[in-house]
């Protein structure tokens, strides 16, 4: 059964969920249309689904953010999650009028959690604690997934090269430019785009940059059909 509460906070953030104002991105995300509609027809369960994958899929999705944390309070009666998802969303939204009622919410949530615990203030301090430290584990998880896939993309190019290079041993002849290579530019290339396609990150950007700078004066100046050296 679909929950009523917290008067006009709610209902203020039921009209944000159904009428978003930013993050164009995301609002034309197929999930989280579908995610809208599914609340909409009061199936938050269903919704809530959809609106953790836009999370999992977008490095920035606040209004899914908005919406999961509405359904972890309103629905599942759960102030921990509601409350993580609230905060991703003051981080991630430029919205000054959502950012007060979300911040008024938060603060609903945590007298919640609060009330709900059984025990003494010591223990009631001890769970805020857990709180936090499960926050910034949450944060440091997407860190690491990050950093991971980099890693996974510069093994891959590593991969490529090697096996490159191993069948150039067995036919016995030498692979042409050894380290040298060279690059097309193509609509949309930037230096970074062009560093993370050759090296597997976008920090080596000032690499191909030095090694061009008499055909590229200046870093974001490329030319489509330029060919420029990858070192």
Not at 149 to 178: F, H, M, W
Not at 218 to 228: A, D, F, R
Request: aromatic content about 8%; proline content about 4%.
């Amino acid at each position: 059964m679909r929950v009523v509460g917290y008067c006009l906070l709610v209902i203020v953030l039921a009209s944000g969920c159904s009428h978003p104002v930013d993050t164009d991105s995301e609002l034309s995300d197929k999930g989280y249309v579908h995610a809208i509609q599914l609340s909409n027809e009061g199936r938050d369960s269903d919704a809530l689904v959809q609106f953790l994958s836009v999370i999992h899929r977008r490095e920035i999705a606040p209004r899914s953010h908005l919406c999961a944390g509405r359904i972890y309070l309103e629905v599942y009666n759960d102030p921990i999650y509601a409350i993580y998802h609230f905060r991703e969303f003051l981080l991630q939204s430029d919205d000054t009028r959502e950012k007060t009622v979300v911040s008024q919410l938060i603060n609903t949530a945590k007298k919640k959690f609060i009330k709900d615990l059984p025990g003494n203030n010591s223990a009631i301090d001890s769970r805020l604690e857990i709180m936090e430290v499960a926050k910034q584990l949450r944060e440091e998880n997407v860190s690491l997934r990050r950093m991971i896939k980099e890693l996974q993309d510069r093994c891959n190019i590593l991969d490529n090269k090697k096996a490159s290079l191993y069948r150039a041993v067995e036919s016995g002849t030498q692979p042409a430019n050894v380290g040298i290579r060279h690059h097309v530019v193509q609509p949309g290339d930037t230096l970074s785009t062009i560093s993370r396609k050759y090296y597997g990150s976008s920090t080596f950007w000032k690499k191909i940059f030095e090694a061009n700078q008499d055909q590229i004066p200046y870093p974001n100046v490329l030319t489509v059909g330029q060919e420029i050296i990858i070192p």
